[in-house]
């Protein structure tokens, strides 16, 4: 499972933009792990997708902001966790607390068998997945690579989700990005777009979100 893109933390210019970021200031005041929780504070706010007693699989959950959002999400005035919420990624996860960690690529046998053993038999209402690829520079590659990454996603919910559930997916727009919508559309009774506040205006990076998975043919 690709991880997310490098930053290029000695450049100066991204050095100044991240310590003037109010994102990044506000994830440091709040405990979150990076800016990107607000992305998906601000989709959920408005299209409420998380809900007590829910199962949500979070896939490319490193560092963990959005495993974050969904633990608290999930969890009720009382400060109990209802539901049951699984991350995986190819790269190690700093703890979370109530959260079930699973390290290994998605696709293979083995790991598929620890999320089924992780879920119990039960059906998911929510497929997260915040996963972006490595970034060469090259236009055509990182858009194919970044499609890639998105029919994974869509595999993943199409054999996990419950028929009302929900995928959230980043993608890029560009090259095959028509072609995924289409995809999803295909897939789902609705699909629409979503570019939060936080997701900065230069970037390509755009949010899908499907609605009611369909059966398939």
């Known amino acids: 499972m690709p991880t997310a893109k490098k930053k290029h ?33 601000e989709i959920d706010d408005k299209d409420r997708l998380l809900k007590p007693g829910q199962v949500v699989v979070d896939l490319g959950a490193v560092p963990g902001s959005w495993t974050q959002v969904v633990r608290e999400r999930l969890t009720g ?19 979370l607390p109530e959260v079930t960690f699973i390290q290994g690529d998605f696709r293979e046998e083995e790991v598929g068998a620890q999320l089924a053993a992780a879920l119990s038999g039960a059906r ?56 995924l919508v289409e995809q999803l559309k295909k897939a789902f009774v ?19 979100l499907a609605r009611g998975l369909k059966a398939r043919p």
């Open 190 to 208: 609705s699909v629409a777009t979503r570019k939060p506040a936080a997701s900065r205006a230069e970037s390509a990076e755009t949010y899908l």
């Open 9 to 41: 933390r000695s450049n100066p210019e991204w050095i100044r933009r991240h310590v003037t970021d109010p994102y990044v200031k506000a994830a440091t005041q709040h405990g979150y792990r990076a800016r990107s929780a607000y992305k998906l504070i």
């Open 124 to 179: 998911v209402d929510v497929v997260l997945s915040d996963m972006a690829p490595n970034l060469s520079g090259i236009g055509v590659a990182d858009a194919a690579r970044s499609s890639h990454l998105c029919e994974l996603a869509l595999e993943f919910a199409q054999g996990h989700l419950k028929p009302n559930g929900v995928l959230l997916i980043k993608a890029f727009q560009g090259s095959g990005f028509s072609q």
């Open 77 to 95: 005035k009382d400060g109990v966790l209802r539901g049951r919420i699984v991350a995986l990624d190819v790269l190690p996860l700093d703890p």
